[in-house]
């Protein structure tokens, strides 16, 4: 797993993330199954990068705690809808770089969200 990326780098990688979703959704069949799942892990994947984005604009601690805390949920609900998309058998192999990618963002933000947790009671104590 790779370590935490500086900001710019993670901007581009949600960036990335979400750009490749878009293109996986694109190849997705048309039936309704797959392009109600689809679109239920367009908006989220395509959030991610959007939540961080407004973090790095944050006005305080408790902003930008807000704000990957949205992301994270965002990387969590697009890591569910992979899943589902996967077992239900709608998209073979292409899926997977999807879903390690999800998985390494959720770590990020999860250890992101730590951190900035951890500054803000070191900051009021």
């Known amino acids: 797993m790779r370590t935490l990326s500086s900001a710019p780098d993670l901007v581009a990688r949600t960036k ?3 750009l490749a979703t878009i293109r996986f959704y694109s190849r997705l069949p048309k039936d309704t199954a797959s392009q109600v799942l689809g679109r239920q892990l367009l908006r989220s994947a395509t959030s991610v990068g959007a939540q ?3 973090a790095q604009r944050a006005k305080s601690i408790s902003d930008f705690i807000s704000k ?3 992301a994270l949920q965002e990387v969590d609900e697009a890591g569910y809808w992979l899943e589902l998309i996967q077992e239900s058998g709608l998209e073979g192999d292409a899926i997977a770089p999807l879903r390690e990618e999800a998985g390494q963002l959720l770590a990020i ?5 730590r951190k900035a947790k951890q500054t803000k009671l070191q900051k009021a104590g």
């Open 68 to 70: 990957t805390e949205g």
């Open 52 to 54: 961080y984005r407004e």
């Open 109 to 113: 933000f999860v250890a992101i969200t």
């Open 16 to 18: 990335a993330f979400s």
